[in-house]
C-alpha cells in the first residue's frame, strides 16, 4: 500500500494564482484532513471530510477549498493564492474519527511570491 | 479549550543514551493520545497510538506511557541511536480539540549525537 500520496512535492505560486493540491489514499479510509505547518505554530486544520460527499470547516479554511467525490480522493484548492498561504501542507486519513490512527502524507510545500 | 506543551523543546544527548520525551495537555477527556516522528522537509511519521483506556503501549525501542489524571505521557527511547534524530510531536485527541478533536504540541528537536 502506499498510504496517502500528495502531489505536488513542491510549487512556487505568483500571488493572484490559483491551484490544487492533490491528495490520494489507497486504505479506504473514511476520514480525510487537510493541515498546515508553519514554522512554530504548530499543525493547523483547514477542512476535513468524515466520507465521500461530505466536507466540513476546520479553524483555517479562508482562502481554500475542497471537495469530496470519492473515498480515496481529497483535493485542497487555493485560489487567489497570497503570501500568507506560503506554509507546508499536509494531507491525512484515518479509518475512523476519535479513535482512529491518524497517516499523514509527505507533505507539499508551497510558496506564495 | 485543549493545550499541548511539549518539554524540552529541543534536546541533544549521547549515542545509547535512554532518554524521556514529555506531551503535557490540560483536558484529561481524551479518546487517545498518539505520537509522531517527523524528519526534516518529511511528513508526520505514526510511532505509537494510546486509547484513552491504555497505559502504555510499545513498539521496539519506544515505550509511550499515558496517565489521563495527571494529563501526561511520556515517550521513553532505549538505547538511542543517531537515526532517531527527528522532531517528534504529540497529539491529543478529545472533545477539547478542533473539529477534528486534534490539539498538536509543538514537538521536541531531538539530536542524537555520535
Known amino acids: 500500500n502506499a498510504g496517502v500520496t500528495q502531489t505536488p512535492k513542491f510549487r512556487i505560486l505568483k500571488i493572484g494564482q490559483s491551484m490544487t493540491l492533490q491528495c490520494t489514499q489507497d486504505m479506504n479510509h473514511n476520514y480525510m484532513y487537510w493541515y498546515r505547518q508553519d514554522p512554530g505554530m504548530g499543525l493547523k486544520l483547514i477542512y476535513y471530510?468524515?466520507?465521500?460527499?461530505?466536507?466540513d470547516k476546520g479553524e483555517v479554511p479562508n482562502g481554500y477549498n475542497v471537495s469530496r467525490s470519492t473515498t480515496e480522493d481529497f483535493p485542497l484548492r487555493l485560489e487567489l493564492a497570497a503570501p500568507s498561504q506560503t506554509s507546508v501542507y499536509f494531507c491525512?486519513?484515518?479509518?475512523?474519527?476519535?479513535?482512529?490512527?491518524?497517516?499523514f502524507g509527505e507533505g507539499s510545500r508551497l510558496t506564495v511570491l | 479549550k485543549q493545550e499541548v506543551t511539549q518539554i524540552p523543546a529541543a534536546l541533544s544527548v549521547p549515542e545509547g543514551e535512554n532518554l524521556v520525551l514529555n506531551c503535557s495537555f490540560t483536558?484529561?477527556?481524551?479518546?487517545?493520545l498518539q505520537w509522531f516522528r517527523q524528519d526534516p522537509g518529511k511528513g508526520l511519521t505514526s510511532l505509537l497510538l494510546i486509547q484513552s483506556s491504555q497505559r502504555e503501549q510499545t513498539s521496539g525501542r519506544l515505550n509511550a506511557s499515558l496517565d489521563k489524571s495527571s494529563g501526561r505521557s511520556t515517550l521513553y527511547i532505549a538505547a538511542s541511536q543517531p537515526g532517531d534524530s527527528a522532531t517528534y510531536l504529540c497529539a491529543v485527541r478529545g472533545s477539547g480539540g478542533g473539529a477534528d478533536g486534534l490539539t498538536f504540541g509543538k514537538g521536541t528537536h531531538l539530536i542524537i549525537q555520535p
Open positions: 471530510s468524515v466520507g465521500a460527499g461530505i466536507t
Open positions: 483536558d484529561s477527556a481524551i479518546y487517545n
Open positions: 491525512a486519513s484515518s479509518l475512523r474519527d476519535h479513535t482512529g490512527e491518524l497517516f
